[in-house]
């Protein structure tokens, strides 16, 4: 992440609503911090459907040339550890936090998890996504092909760091303290991806899980 601060990384990479996510989003009220949100399309999107009351991101990029219309933003280090406690500092606890497709971008995302559980104010949420490392285009290259081969984006994408499946992206989220409320898979592919999921009954869908999208809850 840290070597991509350009504005085509932007433009091309994060300015998106994920509307995968948002449907999964609790309404909390409050100011929500979305970690890694470019230039807040989805934290936007999330305060227009009145989801909570305030939103901002913090950021790698430079969001102060973007007309986001957020009411707060940050640039800095993820990893810095001030990074986060200046945040709150000016800001207070959040009541509700976004981590999407992040976390696997650092090198201590158990850490950073925890450090953003504390965060919260109580009652408050962290919703996070996960990429699925067990997806069918990572493991069965490597498993019948002897490939392993890095992409600009995706399961693969050449600056993830780390990698989950679903029992450790659930460790990763239960170590904050946090309690899970909720784990959603969202599948790849089309058709034929459908058809392997009611012809397995179910039993090999982490093959096709794309990533994991897990609600937390601080109580």
Known sequence: ???????????????????????????????????GGGIGATAAEVRRLGLVDQAG????????????????????????PSFLDNIVAQRGKFQMILALDILEHLLDPWTMAKRLADSLDEGGYMVVSIPNVRNFRASVPLLLQNKWDYQDDGILDRTHLRFFVRSTAIDLMEQTGLKITKVTPSASGGRAVRLFRALTFGLLNSLTDRQYIIVAQKI
């Not at 350009?6 to 091309?12: G, N, Q, V």
């Not at 102060?64 to 993820?78: C, H, P, R, Y």
């Open 1 to 35: 992440m840290s070597s991509l601060p350009t504005k085509e990384f932007r433009t091309s990479y994060h300015d998106h609503i994920r509307h995968d996510v948002v449907p999964h989003i609790p309404k909390s009220g409050g100011q929500l911090l979305d970690l």
């Open 57 to 80: 991101v913090a950021d790698m990029i430079d969001n102060s040339i973007e007309d986001t219309k957020l009411d707060f933003t940050f640039q800095g280090n993820f990893e810095d």
